[in-house]
């Protein structure tokens, strides 16, 4: 295909009409700066294609503010050898016709050919879109979209393949890439993308009838269940009924009455058994009472015998005992007249001794009264001159203080009267003898001298009076001071009871005297009484007392002494004395031992003798007791009965034993304890058939009751709805199987298909690619993906030689600049393939390539030239100065337009 | 001269899950309604009394709404109705009876024959022996002790069971419940009334299967009846006149098509089908894609005529014309692909050759539905786009 002339008219910018014509069937470089209407050039080129002449949606083909235009657009150009003319007028006038050699189409007719000519499709509504677009989409590189790639040669798959079956002699399908679209969508509805596992719908049915299967499962097992329950409950309504009937505890409670009933009798012989063995102890113990009855009568006579016997024995024992008794008392007589006699003596030895003492306490009292009367004498003159001195230093006690303040102020009131001296008016007089005056009062008379301290009145008689006043101002204040001084020194010295300040000063002297004085009377006195004067005059009064006590004891001993005679005659001579006394002690001492041990003998024999009557006297009423008892009138019966009863209770013993040992055996032959064990078995037996019974009444009416609420529930008409439901479900799961799985092998089948016969495409479409390939890179070489776009691009490292490393890269990875030269090599390959294959071909570059630098350009410039040969292509630029090399001449579209 | 309606196997209660539920809720509506127009023939008829041999109930445990309902549909007939327990109904300890009494469901006119008792209606001059189960199963005869009953002379004597006559009905020799053949003869009674099998049979003169009321299976035949038995006195032999009471008319259907002709045939059958029929279809054979569609769009029609329709076309494999693809423009690898899927459906594996059909339907579809306009512009030139999406 190959454009000769353009025209445009009321198309966007161009208002005026604008003609291109004489287009070169090669390259045509069309040039202008932005805004000269380049890119209107080509919109106008695609809406002559694309767009139905009678579509609503293309007002922005009209030119601004211009709501009447009637965007058209003329393109001339050669197909298959034929001159075509298409005409396409929008919105105003909508108008269509297409001129293929002779035959001319109108209208939506012409546009379907068009369509079919060149491989795209119409929108159905609306503007036509990149989808739409197809081979031409390819081929017409809109501005900036070189590198766009993949989206432009998926618009265009099925074209491309339709367009290509005849150089590949396959025939590709129409619409499969849509159908295969639709397949896989709804394929997608039911089956998940990566795993093929089901999702949506389907997943939800099989879900669904998986639920109703377990529901079912779930309600089957119930109504097993309540059928093994039903079933159950008639099992034990006829056994109950059986057991109601028959009643099978009856007989054991019978056979339990019987075997009780035995029991009874045995346990009332054993009763029996126990009465006799009571009764049999009962008269052993009679019979040992008896026995001992019996035996007491022997024993009482037994013992009147041995009391009689033991009288007389008491009564020998009392005469021998009584025997010594005699003796002992003579022996007592003498020992007592022994110690009368030696206490006699002892008495008259100490009172010997006694006088003796008393008469020197009495001498030595008498000579310590004397020395102590002597002692206190010269104690007391001492004292009295103590105290004689104490008197004399009190009263001339004075203090060292007040005599300081004394001596203080004498010396103060001398120097003031030195003072009052120098400052006092002298008054010198020398008077006729007989002459006098009179001073205050005073006479003077003679010669002499008066220092008047104060105003002073002197009488000259006969004359008058001179009134004479001391100068001076301190003289009034020496004068106060000295009144002062002396007041207090007087006031001082009468407290003292002083005339002067030279009588304190004696007596302080005489007051120190009379202290030494005083020490010395006072150590007189302390040696002579160390205790004090009172102590001394107590123990005076003491020693007095003493010795005439001593004085009066011995006086009154003396009176005795001189009335025995004879014994203070023997006992004169003192130490003779004394040591009388011990031996008369040692004497006496001998003579009471003597007596007591003799005492001692007496009184042994007098208890001797006492116990002996008292054991006569004892075995005296023993035997009076033994023989009254043996005299009791009841007795000689009493021993008749009881020998009669003793016989009577040995033959009832002998009795019972016998009944014992009958009733033991007895009840040994009836074996209570089985019997025992045949009431309980009994028992127990019925007892339990009674309680199954009763349980069995009770399980009838659980059983009944859980039925009846269990059956009103609707178990199996549930069991119907769930089967039902599940029926259904799994209707519904199945179909959605069969759909997916058809689905499924559709698709695989579709994409087999297609890949298959892009297979066969990709070998052309690469050799036309890699020989465009070789101009940009050297050695370099690109795959072909599935979808018949450049895949991963190897060539050689940059900076190795031949032979050297490759490096391969996605399509993708390449810079922006690359990749659009990859797009405009790619479009070029493709049209070389649809050339071949018969295809018109149209490339049209808006703008492209701006990102490539000097020496990529170049190269391209190259490519882009190389195609030229074999297709028309449209190139517009808005850098005239880079495509100056292109070997074409550029038309300025300003140019044209100012044409 | 005695004159009862005798019926069977109304299977209160059952559901039918094979249907869409909106179809199987009115088939199950229709049950009742079977028994109500019951109710209405015996009051016609003025019969003296409505023998049901067994199977009233589906389960034993229904919806309590359910068993008032199905009395509540006796009221049409007031006189005696005797229902006898059958292997779904059975008279066990607790079951849909007892449970009907405690609902105090059942009115006075109706008897429930839960025990081998004769039951004497003297008015109506019929002594009725039933035979009720007691079990689920069983496999003693329960109407032996029919020949050991002694009935007052005036009244003429008829059995009621439920089970399955043995030697007669091949298909059911094992089956549980088993009645003597000559039951009527050796057991004196005028009349048999059986229940268990579905269809109308009459088994001799004097034993008859009544069938159920409302036909509930495709399989059993002429079923959707009740008999109305007359019994001019003790010994004569019973008229017994065949009633319909059934509404749903239950149809197996299948087609094997082979040539273009056989598809008219089928059309024109599904052509026929109203509101009560309830068709099973079944489709085997070759068809080409013309023949598919047309029998999917009878399908669909009749669908909207029957009261339900289920039809299996599994078995139908598609055999596309030249016509057909080229109808379909399927060119390209697309007819690669209706080519490998056409061999594929004839193949060993039978899941794999059902996937196989169901694809190529499925892309006939696909096809058929892309615009015509296209379709035909895509006829016109190979290189065509599929057109408007």
């Known amino acids: 295909m190959k454009l000769t002339r353009i025209r445009v008219d009321q198309f966007r910018q161009f208002r005026r009409a604008l003609e291109i014509d004489r287009l070169d069937p090669g390259l045509n470089l069309f040039t202008g700066p932005n805004e000269a209407g380049k890119s209107t050039l080509v919109a106008a080129i695609r809406a002559a294609f694309f767009e139905r002449h009678r579509s609503a949606s293309v007002d922005d083909l009209r030119p601004w503010g211009d709501p009447a235009a009637a965007p058209t657009v003329a393109l001339d150009f050669e197909l298959d050898g034929q001159p075509c003319r298409l005409v396409k007028t929008f919105l105003a006038k909508k108008r269509c016709t297409l001129q293929i050699g002779s035959e001319t189409v109108d209208g939506e007719e012409a546009e379907n050919r068009l369509a079919a000519l060149l491989g795209f499709q119409h929108a159905g509504r609306g503007a036509s879109k990149a989808e739409h677009w197809g081979i031409p989409g390819l081929l017409w590189i809109e501005q900036g979209g070189a590198q766009a790639l993949r989206?432009?040669?998926?618009?265009?798959?099925?074209?491309?393949?339709?367009?290509?079956?005849?150089?590949?002699?396959?025939?590709?399908?129409?619409?499969?890439?849509?159908?295969?679209?639709?397949?896989?969508?709804?394929?997608?509805?039911?089956?998940?993308?990566?795993?093929?596992?089901?999702?949506?719908?389907?997943?939800?049915?099989?879900?669904?009838?998986?639920?109703?299967?377990?529901?079912?499962?779930?309600?089957?097992?119930?109504?097993?269940?309540?059928?093994?329950?039903?079933?159950?409950?008639?099992?034990?309504?006829?056994?109950?009924?059986?057991?109601?009937?028959?009643?099978?505890?009856?007989?054991?409670?019978?056979?339990?009455?019987?075997?009780?009933?035995?029991?009874?009798?045995?346990?009332?012989?054993?009763?029996?058994?126990?009465?006799?063995?009571?009764?049999?102890?009962?008269?052993?113990?009679?019979?040992?009472?008896?026995?001992?009855?019996?035996?007491?009568?022997?024993?009482?006579?037994?013992?009147?015998?041995?009391?009689?016997?033991?009288?007389?024995?008491?009564?020998?024992?009392?005469?021998?005992?009584?025997?010594?008794?005699?003796?002992?008392?003579?022996?007592?007589?003498?020992?007592?007249?022994?110690?009368?006699?030696?206490?006699?003596?002892?008495?008259?030895?100490?009172?010997?001794?006694?006088?003796?003492?008393?008469?020197?306490?009495?001498?030595?009292?008498?000579?310590?009264?004397?020395?102590?009367?002597?002692?206190?004498?010269?104690?007391?003159?001492?004292?009295?001159?103590?105290?004689?001195?104490?008197?004399?230093?009190?009263?001339?006690?004075?203090?060292?203080?007040?005599?300081?303040?004394?001596?203080?102020?004498?010396?103060?009131?001398?120097?003031?009267?030195?003072?009052?001296?120098?400052?006092?008016?002298?008054?010198?007089?020398?008077?006729?003898?007989?002459?006098?005056?009179?001073?205050?009062?005073?006479?003077?008379?003679?010669?002499?001298?008066?220092?008047?301290?104060?105003?002073?009145?002197?009488?000259?008689?006969?004359?008058?009076?001179?009134?004479?006043?001391?100068?001076?101002?301190?003289?009034?204040?020496?004068?106060?001071?000295?009144?002062?001084?002396?007041?207090?020194?007087?006031?001082?010295?009468?407290?003292?009871?002083?005339?002067?300040?030279?009588?304190?000063?004696?007596?302080?002297?005489?007051?120190?005297?009379?202290?030494?004085?005083?020490?010395?009377?006072?150590?007189?006195?302390?040696?002579?009484?160390?205790?004090?004067?009172?102590?001394?005059?107590?123990?005076?009064?003491?020693?007095?007392?003493?010795?005439?006590?001593?004085?009066?004891?011995?006086?009154?001993?003396?009176?005795?002494?001189?009335?025995?005679?004879?014994?203070?005659?023997?006992?004169?001579?003192?130490?003779?004395?004394?040591?009388?006394?011990?031996?008369?002690?040692?004497?006496?001492?001998?003579?009471?031992?003597?007596?007591?041990?003799?005492?001692?003998?007496?009184?042994?024999?007098?208890?001797?003798?006492?116990?002996?009557?008292?054991?006569?006297?004892?075995?005296?009423?023993?035997?009076?007791?033994?023989?009254?008892?043996?005299?009791?009138?009841?007795?000689?019966?009493?021993?008749?009965?009881?020998?009669?009863?003793?016989?009577?209770?040995?033959?009832?013993?002998?009795?019972?034993?016998?009944?014992?040992?009958?009733?033991?055996?007895?009840?040994?032959?009836?074996?209570?304890?089985?019997?025992?064990?045949?009431?309980?078995?009994?028992?127990?037996?019925?007892?339990?058939?009674?309680?199954?019974?009763?349980?069995?009444?009770?399980?009838?009416?659980?059983?009944?009751?859980?039925?009846?609420?269990?059956?009103?529930?609707?178990?199996?008409?549930?069991?119907?709805?769930?089967?039902?439901?599940?029926?259904?479900?799994?209707?519904?799961?199945?179909?959605?199987?069969?759909?997916?799985?058809?689905?499924?092998?559709?698709?695989?089948?579709?994409?087999?298909?297609?890949?298959?016969?892009?297979?066969?495409?990709?070998?052309?479409?690469?050799?036309?690619?890699?020989?465009?390939?070789?101009?940009?890179?050297?050695?370099?070489?690109?795959?072909?993906?599935?979808?018949?776009?450049?895949?991963?691009?190897?060539?050689?490292?940059?900076?190795?030689?031949?032979?050297?490393?490759?490096?391969?890269?996605?399509?993708?990875?390449?810079?922006?600049?690359?990749?659009?030269?990859?797009?405009?090599?790619?479009?070029?390959?493709?049209?070389?393939?649809?050339?071949?294959?018969?295809?018109?071909?149209?490339?049209?570059?808006?703008?492209?390539?701006?990102?490539?630098?000097?020496?990529?350009?170049?190269?391209?410039?190259?490519?882009?030239?190389?195609?030229?040969?074999?297709?028309?292509?449209?190139?517009?630029?808005?850098?005239?100065?880079?495509?100056?090399d292109l070997g074409t001449g550029a038309r300025s579209l300003a140019a044209l337009r100012a044409d | 001269m005695p004159r009862f309606l005798h019926t069977a196997d109304w299977q209160i209660g059952k559901l039918f899950g094979q249907f869409e539920p909106d179809e199987a809720a009115l088939l199950a509506e229709a049950r009742f309604v079977a028994v109500e127009r019951l109710a209405r023939l015996a009051q016609e008829h003025a019969v003296d009394a409505v023998l049901v041999a067994g199977d009233v109930f589906d389960a034993q445990t229904v919806a309590d709404r359910t068993i008032h309902r199905l009395f509540n549909a006796l009221a049409g007939f007031a006189g005696p109705w005797l229902l006898l327990p059958g292997n779904h109904d059975a008279a066990l300890a607790e079951s849909v009876w007892t449970r009907a009494a405690r609902l105090r469901a059942i009115p006075p006119n109706v008897r429930v024959c839960r025990e081998a008792r004769p039951v004497l209606l003297e008015a109506a001059g019929i002594a009725v022996l039933p035979a009720p189960l007691t079990q689920r199963n069983t496999f003693n005869d329960l109407t032996e002790w029919f020949a050991g009953a002694d009935t007052p002379p005036a009244l003429v004597r008829v059995g009621l069971a439920h089970g399955s006559v043995q030697g007669i009905l091949a298909e059911d020799i094992d089956a549980a419940n088993p009645i003597a053949a000559d039951r009527a003869a050796s057991a004196r009674l005028d009349y048999l009334a059986l229940g268990d099998w579905h269809g109308t049979r009459r088994i001799d003169a004097r034993c008859w299967y009544a069938g159920t009321p409302e036909t509930d299976r495709f399989r059993a035949n002429d079923s959707g009846q009740a008999l109305l038995v007359e019994l001019a006195a003790p010994g004569a032999l019973p008229a017994v006149s065949v009633l319909a009471t059934g509404r749903y008319r239950w149809q197996a259907l299948s087609a094997e098509l082979q040539v273009a002709s056989d598809v008219d045939r089928l059309l024109a059958e599904l052509a026929g089908f109203g509101a009560d029929d309830v068709v099973q279809l079944e489709v085997g054979g070759r068809s080409d894609l013309a023949g598919h569609r047309r029998l999917t769009d009878a399908i669909g029609q009749a669908r909207g005529r029957a009261r339900s329709l289920v039809a299996e076309l599994g078995a139908l494999q598609l055999e596309p014309t030249v016509a057909d693809l080229e109808g379909l423009a399927a060119d390209g690898y697309l007819g690669e692909v209706i080519a490998r899927l056409q061999a594929a459906q004839h193949g060993a594996e039978p899941a794999a050759a059902q996937t196989a059909r169901d694809a190529l339907v499925l892309l006939a579809g696909l096809l058929e539905c892309r615009s015509p306009a296209a379709a035909g512009a895509a006829v016109a030139s190979a290189a065509a786009p599929g057109g408007d999406r």
């Open chain 1, 151 to 884: 989206e432009a040669v998926g618009h265009a798959g099925d074209h491309l393949r339709g367009a290509l079956e005849r150089a590949l002699g396959e025939v590709a399908a129409s619409g499969g890439d849509a159908l295969l679209a639709t397949v896989e969508a709804q394929r997608a509805e039911l089956l998940t993308e990566a795993g093929g596992r089901p999702r949506g719908a389907y997943k939800e049915a099989l879900e669904a009838e998986a639920a109703l299967a377990g529901e079912l499962g779930v309600l089957d097992d119930a109504i097993a269940r309540y059928r093994q329950r039903v079933d159950a409950l008639a099992a034990l309504r006829d056994e109950h009924a059986a057991d109601e009937a028959e009643q099978p505890w009856r007989a054991f409670r019978t056979h339990q009455q019987a075997a009780a009933e035995r029991l009874a009798a045995v346990r009332e012989r054993e009763a029996m058994l126990a009465a006799t063995r009571t009764r049999a102890a009962q008269v052993d113990a009679q019979l040992a009472l008896l026995r001992s009855q019996v035996d007491g009568f022997a024993r009482e006579d037994e013992a009147a015998a041995a009391r009689a016997a033991a009288l007389e024995a008491a009564r020998a024992a009392l005469d021998s005992a009584r025997a010594p008794l005699e003796h002992w008392t003579a022996q007592r007589v003498q020992a007592a007249q022994a110690l009368e006699t030696a206490r006699a003596t002892l008495r008259a030895a100490r009172q010997a001794e006694a006088r003796d003492s008393l008469a020197r306490e009495a001498a030595a009292s008498h000579a310590r009264h004397a020395a102590g009367a002597a002692q206190l004498a010269r104690a007391e003159a001492a004292h009295a001159q103590v105290l004689a001195l104490q008197h004399a230093v009190a009263a001339n006690e004075l203090r060292p203080a007040d005599l300081q303040t004394l001596r203080t102020q004498d010396r103060a009131l001398a120097d003031l009267r030195l003072q009052q001296a120098a400052a006092a008016t002298r008054l010198v007089y020398v008077l006729e003898p007989g002459r006098t005056l009179e001073l205050d009062g005073a006479p003077l008379s003679g010669a002499g001298e008066r220092r008047l301290l104060a105003a002073a009145s002197l009488v000259l008689p006969g004359f008058g009076r001179l009134q004479i006043a001391p100068g001076g101002a301190d003289l009034a204040a020496l004068a106060a001071r000295g009144a002062d001084l002396e007041a207090r020194q007087q006031a001082l010295l009468v407290r003292l009871g002083l005339g002067s300040v030279d009588a304190a000063e004696r007596r302080q002297l005489e007051h120190a005297r009379l202290g030494g004085e005083l020490a010395t009377a006072q150590a007189t006195l302390e040696a002579l009484a160390p205790g004090g004067i009172d102590a001394l005059r107590a123990e005076h009064a003491r020693l007095q007392a003493r010795a005439a006590e001593a004085a009066q004891a011995l006086a009154r001993l003396a009176a005795p002494a001189s009335a025995e005679g004879e014994a203070a005659a023997s006992a004169s001579a003192a130490p003779s004395a004394a040591a009388s006394v011990i031996e008369a002690e040692a004497a006496e001492k001998a003579a009471a031992d003597a007596l007591a041990a003799i005492q001692e003998g007496l009184h042994r024999a007098q208890l001797a003798a006492a116990n002996a009557e008292t054991a006569l006297a004892a075995a005296a009423r023993e035997l009076a007791a033994a023989r009254a008892q043996l005299a009791a009138p009841e007795r000689a019966r009493r021993v008749a009965d009881a020998s009669a009863a003793l016989t009577d209770t040995r033959a009832e013993q002998l009795t019972l034993a016998a009944r014992s040992e009958a009733l033991a055996a007895e009840i040994a032959a009836a074996r209570p304890d089985i019997l025992e064990q045949d009431v309980d078995r009994f028992r127990s037996s019925a007892e339990q058939l009674e309680r199954r019974h009763a349980e069995r009444r009770d399980q009838l009416v659980r059983l009944e009751i859980e039925l009846q609420s269990e059956g009103a529930q609707g178990l199996e008409a549930r069991r119907a709805e769930c089967a039902r439901d599940h029926a259904w479900a799994a209707r519904r799961a199945a179909e959605l199987r069969r759909r997916a799985q058809a689905l499924d092998l559709l698709r695989s089948l579709l994409r087999d298909q297609r890949r298959a016969l892009t297979r066969r495409l990709q070998a052309p479409l690469q050799k036309h690619l890699n020989r465009y390939l070789q101009l940009l890179f050297p050695h370099a070489c690109v795959d072909i993906d599935d979808d018949l776009v450049p895949g991963p691009l190897t060539r050689p490292l940059a900076g190795a030689g031949a032979g050297g490393g490759v490096e391969t890269g996605d399509f993708e990875a390449l810079s922006f600049g690359a990749r659009e030269q990859m797009g405009v090599l790619s479009r070029l390959a493709y049209a070389d393939l649809l050339a071949e294959a018969g295809r018109p071909t149209l490339v049209i570059l808006d703008d492209a390539l701006v990102h490539s630098d000097a020496e990529r350009l170049a190269q391209m410039k190259r490519v882009l030239f190389d195609a030229a040969t074999r297709h028309q292509i449209l190139l517009f630029t808005c850098h005239p100065a880079a495509w100056r």
